[in-house]
């Protein structure tokens, strides 16, 4: 089934579906969860029944992350370190998924970082930026790659994404027809984000035709975004669905607790996505949430499917 831009996908409450295709032995992993989005997304797959491996960078937060939830009765969570931005902590964590779990059945790609505040667009810290939100999924995803069940559900990946990252936000006509070929390649995509850093190194990004706003965040997302697309297209009738996600302007540590809902709302709609019924699934697809009259989970509970990643 195809859908179009403006094509709205209603999203059931797995715990109602009456063709839920998960049990206790599916393994879901979640990065950056030790707070916020991420936090919320693990807390609400255990409550359904999934096995969850909740990541973080940090060792003492990750185990504070797990404590609380085990607190709440919710003892089908296991912690690892793991920080995205770092190759050998990826390689590390990999090694130790492969060695304790069977398979991998759903992915979210959450951890991402920002330094600036809300109104400012500052560029210092781009090489993290892009390192942490796109290079670091990048590296983990292809990594685990190999370890995704393929024998009978279909396996997800959910890229945790922004509208700011959006081809309608890049100025430069040039990027957009790259970005938007139906040839689009991982080197391609590399490119792109090597032109944007050298273009910050020269302070030359201004004026080259970039997201306006939190350009640096913004570039990561539009990376993402694009090699979602790509993976997509790879693993097109094999048995793998990668997406992507924009939550909406979420209350968390990023937005400095501002937004038009809460981190638990916004994971809700995460988890409805991840996991989808069999025949709902999409791939290659760009989710938009709360960008509507209502971002209310109780009183909208459907979703803009976009094509143009």
Known sequence: MRFKETDQLPIISPSLSPTRWWSEETVAIVTGANKGIGFALVKRMAELGLKVILTARDIERGCKAVEALRAQGLHNITFFCLDVSDPCSIKTFVSWFSENFVALDILVNNAAVSFNEINENSVEHADTVIRTNFKG??????????????????????????????????????????LRSEKLSEDDIEGVVGLFLEQVKTGTWKTRGWPELWTDYAVSKLALNAYTRVLAKRYEGRGLSVNSFCPGFTQTSMTRCKGDHTADEAAIVAARLALLPQEKIQSGKFFLWGSGSSTSISSNNNVVVSSKL
């Open 137 to 178: 999924p990048k590296l983990l995803t292809e990594a685990l790659l190999p370890m995704f069940r393929t024998s009978s559900a279909i396996s997800r990946i959910l890229n945790v994404s922004s509208r700011l990252g959006s081809l309608n936000k890049v100025g430069n006509p040039s990027i957009r027809e790259v």
